[in-house]
């Protein structure tokens, strides 16, 4: 079978090209996300990098497996983002991980609350320097010139030394980045305060308050901005601790009583394929296994998002991270380690972070020129109003104002007369220039788009909704048309016979299931289960075959007691020279009707008999359908069944006609989805499916959407998971995909509203008409108040949680 390859579908996170993640500390803003793909791309051997600014990871993809990791991360940390490689997830001590990951959490925590009281204190001291006179009460030390100078000093050369030191070494770099936006905005301020205070007789302005109240408002903006951003990851971080660390080994597996076997607590990395575990009540499960002895019920409700606990006995299975409610249980290990199903869900999510929505990329190539084009904005804000706008408006240069006292340049009060006084032009534009470096914010458009899909997956993760990227919510909101697999996906999956009529005398209803089940022993089909499950009602024993031959869509046929059976549709009956009479294919047409399929015995002569199976429909099929169609989207079904057993089934869910394709085995599905996608060049294409047969179609839609039977496949094929297995999940995917990249685009363009109108304010578009002039500390506010916003308005998705 030729799968139709899809265009430009990302790759999965289980692909075996080699995958290396780092963690990456030291960045700012858009401009240093730009500078460290920069960094990793031009290392021999990588192909391509992604980098997440909201996380503060990087994942690098190359074809060579003998990369050298140590000589990236030193050449990544030389550069000035200190990186280390991150250990494989079957080498790491989950509860160390997540131990090292709670203390830092908590520093820096510590470290943001700290600044937030330098913060406030430097904007308090700063402010009460303006207040000047209040009923007549006198501050003279507060309103002091020299306090302010002392107070701009320690301000710059403690809590803004890590600012400026950063920014000077992306300066240096060739890579600048908001922090030296800030830096330059910072000491320009604060070196004309200086110039001003000692040389007096150039009749300059003193405003060391600036380089306070810009630092001030950096640092607050930063703490703000640094516990959203935990808000954000908070639902990711828990996600991690559902990975359990320890497992209880039973030490001795072949006793006669597990339960009283030598127990031994070892890491649940540690365990391996066919161990014995213990799990006692309220326990983890440490890996995905098979209950081997005792009964419980478990607590599934982080891997499904039902609360309600599922029972399980003997045979049945379990996943990992799952709880243990009631009883002690023996478990055999089945999947460990970065196979177990909670670590493929991690290891999605943390993918799904990494993948940039396509809108992205407008505003990845704006960030990587972005403090470029401020500090040429800058520069020539300073240029144009020292040498034309002050010399074309003289009014600006001359204005009135509440002068400052005779104590020449000390805050030690105020006249109470108002007098014109004249402003220098080289303040006046060395203010807007400064304005516009401080401004300005990468940082908003870096953060626009991760903070948004960090939320996004991780509401769908707690809600049994992998969702693989940001690329992905994008296509989903492009979406026109969905389209279903029939069988174990609008149905149970679960047929049973309903009919078995044997046309020739010499076979009986018993006979008749008996060599239909002899043939189908070979085969895990749907339709093969509802027959051999039939047998078994009956209690009958069923003969040995051989020589299977098997066409997938059509049927199969074996050799049962000496003679070839065939089994299938009457078009499998066909093609083995097998005909069928008039009287036979009225009785196909009535069952079809019925929506029942139908399956024909023959013999390499005759038919011999018609076996119906039915499958019924999910429960939530026709509510999940109409509201599919209330969301504007077409919806269409795909079946290898006979036309009229699929209208049938498309007539019960309220589909018209046209919207239901038969007779398509699983080989030619995708080539059904391509062609939609050719007659509908501008409409995306979703298809939904159990992610088992329906890969190929899965792969080649623009959407691939499976069920969480099957998977290892469904992981690797579909784009969005339904952990549930429930249908109705198709709507709440679809709606939190869109929700999401509304965020998304909410971000962006906020981010590029803010920063169009904001940098021309900054540089004094309105001063001639308006007399409108954004001071720097201002500047400083409304920069730190972006980003806050940004990462606040993405944490907003959870109001979807709350009311979906």
Not at 294 to 311: F, H, I, N, R, Y
Not at 528 to 549: C, G, N, Q, V, W
Not at 613 to 631: C, G, M, N, P, Y
Request: glycine residues 8%; charged residues 15%; proline residues 5%.
């Amino acid at each position: 079978m030729q799968l139709v390859p899809k265009k430009n579908k990302a790759e999965s996170p289980l692909l075996t090209k080699n995958k290396i993640t780092l963690d990456v500390e030291g960045m700012q803003c858009a401009g240093c996300v730009k500078a460290v793909e920069k960094q990793l791309t031009q290392f021999p051997g990588v192909d391509k990098a992604s980098v997440n600014l909201a996380t503060g990871v990087a994942v690098v993809d190359s074809e060579k497996f003998d990369i050298d990791i140590d000589a990236l991360v030193k050449e990544l940390t030389t550069a000035g983002f200190p990186s280390k490689p991150r250990k494989p997830p079957g080498e790491t001590d989950t509860a160390q991980a997540l131990k090292e990951a709670e203390d830092k959490k908590r520093k820096e925590m510590q470290s943001a609350k700290q600044q937030l009281i330098i913060a406030v204190m430097l904007l308090l001291f700063s402010g009460i320097g303006h207040l000047g006179n209040i009923g007549g009460l006198m501050l003279p030390v507060l309103q002091n010139i020299w306090f302010h100078f002392g107070l701009a000093t320690v301000a710059i050369i403690i809590p803004g030394r890590p600012i400026l030191i950063d920014g000077w070494l992306g300066l240096r770099r060739n890579a600048p980045n908001m922090n030296t936006l800030v830096a330059l905005g910072t000491l320009s301020a604060y070196t004309a305060s200086v110039v001003a205070l000692f040389f007096p007789q150039l009749g300059w302005e003193c405003f060391f308050d600036e380089p306070v109240m810009i630092l001030g408002f950096i640092l607050l903006g930063r703490t703000l901005e640094k516990q959203a951003r935990n808000r954000a990851s908070a639902a990711f971080q828990e996600l991690l601790s559902l990975k359990p660390s320890i497992a209880r080994l039973i030490a001795k597996s072949n006793t006669d009583n597990a339960q009283k076997a030598e127990i031994i607590e070892i890491p649940a990395e540690q365990v391996h394929i066919g161990e014995w575990l213990q799990v006692l009540p309220g326990d983890k499960i440490p890996v995905d296994g098979e209950v081997i002895e005792g009964k419980t019920t478990v607590d599934e409700s982080m891997l499904t998002g039902e609360s309600a606990p599922v029972a399980k006995k003997v045979g049945d299975s379990l996943s990992a991270g799952t709880i243990n409610q009631l009883g002690t249980i023996t478990i055999q290990a089945t999947r460990t380690g970065n196979d177990t199903t909670v670590a493929q869900i991690v290891g999605l999510v943390e993918a799904a972070q990494i993948r940039k929505a396509p809108v992205q990329k407008l505003a990845d190539t704006v960030a990587g020129y972005f403090t470029y084009g401020v500090l040429t904005t800058a520069l020539l804000t300073f240029l144009f109003w020292y040498f034309i706008g002050t010399n074309i408006w003289h009014d600006i240069v001359t204005s009135t104002v509440l002068l400052p006292s005779p104590h020449s340049q000390h805050f030690s009060g105020y006249l109470t007369q108002q007098t014109p006084t004249y402003y220098s032009p080289i303040l006046i534009s060395l203010k807007l220039a400064i304005a516009v470096m401080v401004v300005a914010c990468p940082c908003a458009l870096g953060l626009a788009t991760p903070t948004a899909i960090l939320v996004g997956t991780a509401i769908g993760a707690e809600r049994g909704l992998l969702i693989k990227g940001g690329d992905v919510l994008e296509k989903v909101h492009q979406l026109k048309t969905i389209v279903f697999d029939k069988t174990g996906t609008l149905t149970t999956g679960s047929p049973s016979v309903t009919d078995c009529i044997p046309i020739s005398d010499k076979h009986t209803v018993n006979s008749l299931i008996q060599l239909a089940a002899a043939v189908e022993s070979g085969s895990q089909h749907p339709l093969a289960k509802a027959i051999l499950d039939s047998a078994a009602e009956r209690e009958l024993p069923i003969p040995p075959a051989t020589d299977f031959h098997t066409e997938p869509g059509f049927g199969l046929s074996a050799v049962v007691e000496g003679n070839r059976i065939f089994l299938g549709s009457w078009e499998w009956l066909n093609l083995n020279n097998i005909s069928i009479n008039q009287t036979l294919q009225k009785q196909l047409k009535a069952f079809a009707e019925a929506g029942k399929t139908v399956v024909g015995v023959a013999n390499e002569s005759e038919i011999i008999g018609l076996i119906a199976v039915q499958d019924t429909i999910r429960e939530d099929a026709f509510s999940t359908v109409e509201k599919l169609h209330s969301l504007g989207l077409r919806v269409m079904l795909l079946s290898g069944d006979t036309q009229e057993a699929a209208l049938a089934t498309a007539k019960q869910l309220g589909l018209d006609t046209n919207d239901a394709i038969a007779g398509i085995p699983p080989a030619k599905k995708a080539a059904v989805i391509q062609s939609l996608q050719n007659s509908q060049p501008q409409s995306l294409v979703a298809m939904v499916g159990d992610g088992i047969n329906d890969a190929p179609a899965l792969s080649q839609a623009d959407v691939g959407i499976s069920l969480h039977s099957g998977t290892d496949v469904a992981m690797e094929a579909a784009e969005i998971v339904l952990m549930r297995d429930k249908l109705k999940d198709v709507v709440e995917a679809i709606a939190l995909s869109r929700a999401t990249f509304n965020k998304i685009r909410q971000n962006l363009f906020w981010a590029f509203a803010y920063n169009i109108i904001g940098i021309p304010l900054a540089a004094g578009v309105l001063l001639p008409s308006l007399g409108f002039i954004l001071n720097p500390g201002g500047a400083a506010a409304l920069m730190a108040f972006s980003s806050v916003s940004v990462v606040t308005n993405s944490l907003l998705l959870r109001r979807f949680a709350l009311n979906s």
